[in-house]
């Protein structure tokens, strides 16, 4: 079983849509969680980081954290063509000291 | 201007050659990391530095070697003993706050190809 799981997509959706992508991850006792854009071709860049249960909110990105069901989900309002990339979920396990990245969710936000 | 530069851009080894990767930052992160991202999949870690002159094997560590001696630098060599070394190779670094609550920030990528 992998550490952290996302669908591979593509994942389509129409300009001004609401994306959202998912992510499982197997240790319970993980704490945080993150997601990571990445153009084709560039390296991850860090949009949103969540520590605990429920929503947070940063501009069109919302993170939302369930630890009962060990399910963290990006959702992305007023989709963009710009947001058209590959968003990868990590997690850090519990003795702190690994990150795990899910293959990531390829995003495609038509105009 | 703080950031992660990673060096070269490309980087093309023959059968047989040891390579080595540059990785600097300028951010005063405590950690460094180095990924491997191969197409479609997720990123895997090969070694990782908490503190100058230690470092960790990472998952897939067979093959590489690494350096921490000084805060700033963790260059990379792919040693002839890593059988499929074409790859895209990112560099990474974090503050060590504690509680998990350390964000990785990565360079621009070294994309590696062997002839």
């Known amino acids: 079983q992998k550490e952290v799981e996302q669908n591979s997509g593509p994942l389509s959706v129409p300009e001004g849509a609401i994306a959202s992508l998912n992510c499982t991850y197997s240790d319970r006792g993980s704490q945080s969680f993150f997601w990571y854009r990445q153009y084709s071709g560039k390296s991850p860049e860090l949009i949103m980081s969540?520590?605990?249960?429920g929503d947070k909110e940063d501009g069109r990105f919302t993170a939302q954290l369930n630890k009962a069901s060990q399910y963290v989900s990006l959702l992305i309002r007023d989709s963009q063509p710009s947001d058209s990339a590959t968003y990868l979920c990590?997690?850090?396990?519990?003795?702190?000291?690994?990150?795990?990245f899910g293959s990531g969710t390829k995003l495609n936000v038509k105009p | 201007d703080g950031g992660i530069t990673q060096s070269p851009k490309y980087l093309f080894r023959k059968e047989g050659q040891n390579v080595t990767l540059s990785c600097e930052q300028n951010l005063n992160h405590d950690a460094m990391y180095w990924y491997r991202q191969d197409p479609g999949q997720g990123l895997r870690l090969i070694y990782y530095?908490?503190?100058?002159?230690?470092?960790q094997k990472g998952d897939i560590a067979e093959g590489y070697s690494v350096s921490r001696e000084k805060k700033e630098s963790f260059p990379l060599t792919v040693t002839s003993a890593q059988k499929n070394p074409t790859a895209f190779y990112l560099c990474?670094?974090?503050?060590?706050?504690?509680?998990?609550?350390?964000?990785?920030?990565f360079g621009p990528g070294t994309r590696l190809t062997v002839l």
């Open positions: 530095s908490q503190i100058v002159n230690d470092f």
């Open positions: 969540i520590y605990s249960n």
């Open positions: 990590a997690v850090i396990a519990r003795n702190f000291n690994k990150f795990y």
């Open positions: 990474a670094s974090s503050l060590l706050l504690g509680g998990g609550r350390d964000e990785q920030f």
